[in-house]
């Protein structure tokens, strides 16, 4: 549960969660018009009105009814928010979000520096659910990823998020883990070219309609920092996905490294 994949959890100083705004038209700006958008902040969404409309916030902490940080906030925003021509609305004042930023920036950057691996992505929808049994904790995951790219032109301006241009691409990590954990098999998807963000979303509704206590979220949009490394190790180390294995120990190039035609030999003396 340690994997931002099955279990997302805004981190304390990197990544934001937008609010306002269609993940299916997101998805048409940055990945089918190829555009940039930048991020707004609180006052920037609601104008003059910010300030006076969350005065009373702070009495909501001594309430014996449990409130999620931001769910008034992120409520009014929504009712408010601009078109997406103006950018993606978050509930976050001015100052938050530019050190939210300036701090994704930087673990981004460092990420494909280190790693060569971009892991920053901004994912559209969210699948609640919860362990069997367990009716406390309820989890989220996220259903699609648009790899994005984070720039400024300069220090005084501020960040922009563009599409990368790799894959958009399912939670597979997700995919696997309800197909393992659960019996619950999602359709292959198609290519992102004919990806339809409001019909993934609906599909998954009804693929979790039986799971007690499951619901999806087709509203919800995070740009977060996500890695495939480890599922895409899990994979190549499922046997169903070698075929055979004398095939494998007789490929040249492995021949080459580690001499393998003699060690077939001695695996599959008989062929």
């Not at 930023?101 to 691996?117: P, R």
């Not at 995070?222 to 499922?238: E, I, N, T, V």
């Not at 080459?256 to 008989?270: D, V």
Request: hydrophobic share 40%; charged share 30%.
């Amino acid at each position: 549960m340690r994997n931002p994949l099955l279990n997302y959890r805004l981190l304390k100083s990197r990544g934001l969660e937008v609010a306002g705004v269609r993940p299916a038209d997101a998805y048409e700006v940055l990945v089918t018009k190829g555009k940039e958008l930048a991020f707004l902040c609180l006052e920037e969404t609601l104008g003059a009105s910010a300030p006076a409309l969350f005065e009373d916030e702070d009495a909501t902490e001594n309430c014996l009814i449990p409130v999620r940080p931001g769910r008034r906030r992120g409520q009014i925003v929504r009712e408010r928010a601009p078109l997406l021509r103006d950018g993606l609305p978050t509930t976050l004042h001015e100052q938050d979000l530019e050190k939210r930023l300036l701090g994704t920036f930087y673990t981004a950057k460092t990420s494909i520096e280190e790693q060569g691996v971009n892991t920053l992505f901004l994912a559209l929808g969210t699948l609640l659910w919860r362990e069997p049994g367990d009716k406390e904790e309820l989890r989220r995951a996220p259903l699609l990823l648009i790899p994005v790219e984070l720039e400024r032109r300069a220090a005084g301006e501020g960040f922009r998020v563009q599409y990368s241009g790799e894959d958009v691409v399912p939670n597979v990590c997700l995919i696997e883990f309800l197909k393992q954990s659960f019996g619950l098999e999602v359709e292959e998807q198609a290519e992102s070219e004919e990806l339809v963000v409001d019909e993934y979303f609906p599909a998954m509704g009804r693929l979790i309609s039986k799971q007690e206590g499951w619901s999806v979220d087709p509203e919800s949009i995070a740009l977060g920092f996500f890695s495939f490394a480890k599922f895409l190790m899990y994979r190549d180390l499922d046997p169903a996905t070698w075929g055979s294995e004398a095939d494998l120990l007789n490929h040249e190039l492995l021949d080459r490294l580690l001499g393998t035609r003699l060690i077939c030999r001695r695996a599959f003396p008989l062929r």
